[in-house]
Every structure is written in structure tokens, then in C-alpha cells.
């Protein structure tokens, strides 16, 4: 007869897993022997030895009792449907070490890839770092709120980067980020902005958009957010003003 030591050390377990498969009802507890110790025999040994090897199979502990008093034909069909949920599962952690390795760069997270496409683009043309991270952050906003539409808008911002004033804009917006006092700067930021608009409006983006972001207080929450990203957003703002156009993320022409 057996001690729970020697017990858990010819099954290869510990002493807390035989208490353990006691307390569920997986392992009958034996009866104190004269001096108070529980002792076990062969029969426990197998026992013991077979709900091992089914849980280290990948078998749920809540399964295991199931399989073991199974006949055959039952427990040829229980481990197939154990099969197939460990394939699942298999596939579910493939999946989340993917979108692990895709943080690397931290654009993915929270992005779909066609924004994170967008921005690898971006960098490309030579954008400073800080102003793709505040894009991205921008972008992260709209793809919760109108994930469906994240297509087209990438779209159409991917075109937009084979306009040279589009890309120019951009190294003018990079110039700002490391000296957003210079008004001149601005200024000359301002006029362009101000006639990618008017081109924009011609060939009706602007009104686009405006379909596909009709909330307005959505609208205003991005407004807040880009006012919050740099000092130079507000002086910005009154420069396109100036110009006859108002709002940010929304862009209108005012009324004259």
C-alpha cells in the first residue's frame, strides 16, 4: 500500500494535484488506515497515471471523469470534439501572436492595416515621426467610429499622396512641428491648405466626406483632439479663416 508521496511520485504529479483530483471527484479518497494515513493501491496508481496523460492531452479537468469511465466508441468521439476545440484554439493563439508581431511599430494597434499601410506611405515622403503618431492617433479615432468607411478614406488619402502639393503640405506640416512660431511659416502652410481645399471642393471630396461623417459631435471631439495634438493647430485656424474656410476635421466654405 502506498502513501500519497509515493502515489504522486509513480504517477509523476505532484501531492497537491492528487488533493486536487480528490477535492473535484476525480480520484476516490481512500479511507485512514488504524494510524490515520490514507494509503492507495495499484488500482489508484493507474487511475491517477490515465487522468494525467488525458490532461496533459489538452483534456478540460471537467472532461476528464467523462473520458475515463467512457466506453470506447464514446471516448473515440469525445476526443475527437476535444480535437477540434484544441485546433481552435491553436488557431485563435496563432491569430493573437500575428497581431502581436504587427505592434511592433505601435501603428497597429487599434488600426486596421489599410491605415497602417496609409501611414507606412506617409513616412515614406519623409513626414516627421511626431506628426505620423498624431495621424495615426486621429486615424484610431475614426476607424472606431466608422470602421466600415476606412476603406474608401484610405483610398482617397492614398491618392491624395501622388499630389506633389499634397506631399509638399505635409513637409511644410513637419517644418511646423519643430518651429511652430514662425508665422511666416504659417502663413505659407495657410495658402496651401487653403487651395487643396478649393481643389478638393471642385471635385466634390468635400462634400464626400461629409456624407460619410455626419456626426457632429464626433466632429467636434477630432476638432478638440487636433487643438490638444499642437499649439500651431489654432493659429492655423484662424489663417484658413482668414482665408474663407472654417472648421478642421469638417472643412466648409464660409458664407460670404
Known amino acids: 500500500m502506498l502513501t500519497i508521496g509515493r502515489l504522486a511520485s509513480y504517477a509523476g504529479v505532484t501531492i497537491r494535484a492528487v488533493r486536487h483530483y480528490h477535492q473535484i471527484g476525480l480520484l476516490p479518497e481512500p479511507e485512514r488506515d488504524a494510524s490515520g494515513y490514507r494509503t492507495y493501491d495499484a488500482v ?116 491624395e499622396l501622388a499630389d506633389p502639393k499634397m506631399v509638399r503640405l505635409y513637409q511644410l506640416i513637419g517644418r511646423i512641428a519643430e518651429d511652430w512660431e514662425d508665422d511666416e511659416l504659417l502663413r505659407e502652410t495657410a495658402d496651401l491648405m487653403s487651395e487643396l481645399f478649393e481643389q478638393a471642393a471642385a471635385i466634390g471630396q468635400l462634400d464626400w466626406r461629409d456624407e460619410h461623417v455626419p456626426d457632429a459631435e464626433f466632429i467636434r471631439l477630432m476638432d478638440a483632439f487636433a487643438d490638444g495634438a499642437h499649439p500651431a493647430v489654432a493659429r492655423l485656424r484662424e489663417l484658413i479663416a482668414e482665408r474663407g474656410w472654417t472648421g478642421w476635421t469638417r472643412v466648409e466654405k464660409r458664407e460670404t
Open 44 to 159: 489508484a496508481v493507474v487511475r491517477l497515471i490515465r487522468i494525467r496523460t488525458l490532461a496533459e492531452a489538452g483534456v478540460p479537468l471537467a472532461r476528464v471523469r467523462e473520458l475515463l469511465d467512457a466506453a470506447p466508441e464514446a471516448f473515440a468521439a469525445a476526443t475527437t470534439e476535444i480535437d477540434r476545440q484544441l485546433r481552435a484554439q491553436i488557431r485563435a493563439l496563432q491569430e493573437h501572436r500575428r497581431r502581436i508581431a504587427r505592434l511592433g511599430s505601435g501603428d497597429s494597434l487599434a488600426l486596421p492595416e489599410e491605415v497602417v499601410d496609409y501611414l507606412d506611405r506617409l513616412r515614406a515622403t519623409g513626414a516627421p515621426e511626431a506628426m505620423i503618431v498624431a495621424e495615426r492617433d486621429a486615424w484610431i479615432l475614426i476607424a472606431a467610429r466608422w470602421p466600415e468607411a476606412i476603406p474608401a478614406f484610405m483610398a482617397q488619402k492614398v491618392a
